[in-house]
């Protein structure tokens, strides 16, 4: 689960702050009113759908989702979470997934 906050992190640093590594982002780094504009944040949300296969609502996308690294963090983290378990009732363990 952790590999996931490092890669935003990364992401982060990277293409959105143009540093070359995830250590000047905290949990705490100021995004939406910070160091994302709305291209940024339309940015890091396409990472973050494209790499870690979360799907965002258009009703996700909220300043508040993505105030700081933290709130991203724990959002995509509910949506993962979220998705295993329906994953789990969509095929519990023990039973055949469908091929295909």
Do not use: C, W
């Not at 396409?46 to 700081?68: A, H, K, M, W």
């Amino acid at each position: 689960m952790d590999d996931f906050r490092l890669g935003i992190r990364d992401f982060i640093s990277r293409e959105i702050m143009l540093e070359p590594g995830p250590s000047s982002v905290t949990r705490d780094t100021k995004l939406v009113g910070g160091v994302l504009d709305s291209l940024g944040l339309m940015q890091l949300v396409s990472y973050i759908q494209e790499e870690l296969g979360v799907t965002f609502e258009e009703t996700d996308v909220t300043p508040e989702n993505f105030r700081t690294i933290d709130t991203v963090e724990r959002l995509v983290a509910e949506k993962v979470d979220r998705g295993q378990k329906a994953a789990s009732i969509s095929h519990p363990p023990g039973t055949a997934t469908p091929a295909g």
